[in-house]
């Protein structure tokens, strides 16, 4: 069966840490940029980070900088999304998405270059 797991979200407070995993399964995630996105109640979906094939980040929306890390491991077949310094809007449902046409040295922070979703793991920030 061929798809995207997320795990790792939960509820923290203001200030924690989480770290979200995305394991692919029934393909191999080395040939694919991956995205990270989140969606709050209310509002419309929005690109969060994503990594290109070599392992290098191309994109991060400015409200994440200097707090989301993303990292890939091909040998696990996963890509993680290390968030630090939570805020309360950072609660969402978060989803990663892989992109076949991605490639090591872009990767896009739009959803619609991606083909393939998770079903999404929630991540609540509250005290």
């Known amino acids: 069966q061929v798809q995207l797991v997320e795990s790792g979200g939960g509820l923290v407070q203001p200030g924690g840490s989480l770290r979200l995993s995305c394991t692919a399964s029934?393909?191999?995630?080395?040939?694919?940029?991956i995205g990270w996105f989140r969606q709050a109640p209310g509002k419309e979906r929005e690109g969060v980070t994503c990594?290109?094939?070599?392992?290098?980040?191309?994109y991060s929306a400015d409200t994440v900088k200097g707090r989301f890390t993303i990292a890939r491991d091909n040998a696990a077949n996963t890509v993680y999304l290390q968030m630090n310094s939570l805020k309360p809007e950072d609660t969402g449902v978060y989803y990663c998405?892989?992109?076949?046409?991605?490639?090591?040295?872009?990767?896009?922070?739009?959803?619609?270059?991606?083909?393939?979703w998770g079903q999404g793991t929630q991540v609540t920030v509250s005290s």
């Open positions: 998405a892989a992109d076949p046409t991605g490639g090591d040295s872009f990767c896009s922070s739009s959803d619609y270059s991606y083909s393939r």
């Open positions: 990594v290109t094939t070599s392992g290098d980040s191309t």
């Open positions: 029934g393909f191999t995630l080395d040939y694919y940029a």
